[in-house]
């Protein structure tokens, strides 16, 4: 007979092998799933994909999905597309500098698929978008993601960025460790606009 107890230590089990707590349909029996999202353990983030949570979560209460926001889209992200997408600029620098703030949305460029923007919990949202010819070469994974080198995004980032968010590009600008690896992205792409908009933020900043 199917109990509450089993069906908790068999996603508990999953949960530990995965290293994460974001779980797909496809990985636990149906009876498991009804069984967990009546007593709380389970939260659905979107149609299939769910998210292993304490009971004792207040409704409302949006810290466990901020905590695994990142987790939940490498994993999203690794099931639909494996290793043929990459995220924005923004994004990209954001992870780069360890931005703690979760974005309202996260652009993702990728090798095949339409757009399909996906609307997340807590007023968040994914935006995917098939341009392959954009994806870069100039790529790394941070927290599992795939996303550009920082000295890539500086130079595809947009004007608007600099000005919503100079905190954060004041961050990026310092973290570069050589600015002869940014020069040699810039000549390699031949990134003109790019290269004025970087010397003037440099300038500002006094560098």
Not at 12 to 36: V, Y
Not at 75 to 98: M, P, R, W
């Given at each position: ?37 009546r007593k709380g353990w389970l939260e659905e983030i979107i149609r299939g994909w769910y998210l ?156």
């Open positions: 007979m199917q109990t509450f107890k089993d069906a908790l230590f068999r996603v508990h089990a999953l949960s530990e092998k995965k290293g994460s707590h974001i779980l797909h349909t496809s990985e636990i029996s149906r009876m498991d799933r009804t069984l967990l999202v292993l949570v304490r009971p004792d979560v207040q409704a409302g209460d949006s810290t466990a999905w901020y905590a695994n926001f990142w987790d939940f889209l490498k994993v999203y992200l690794n099931h639909h597309y494996k290793t043929d997408y990459c995220l924005s600029a923004e994004s990209s620098i954001d992870l780069q500098i360890g931005n703690t703030v979760i974005p309202k949305q996260v652009i993702v460029m990728t090798q095949k698929g339409s757009t399909t923007p996906v609307q997340l919990p807590y007023d968040t949202s994914l935006l995917t978008y098939k341009a392959s010819a954009d994806i870069p070469n100039d790529r790394e994974i941070v927290k599992g993601l795939q996303v550009m080198t920082l000295n890539y995004a500086l130079c595809k980032v947009t004007p608007t960025f600099f000005q919503k968010s100079p905190h954060d590009m004041e961050i990026a600008l310092r973290s570069v460790p050589s600015t002869a690896d940014l020069l040699r992205v810039i000549v390699e792409h031949d990134f003109k606009s790019a290269a004025g908009r970087l010397v003037g933020a440099y300038r500002f900043l006094g560098d």
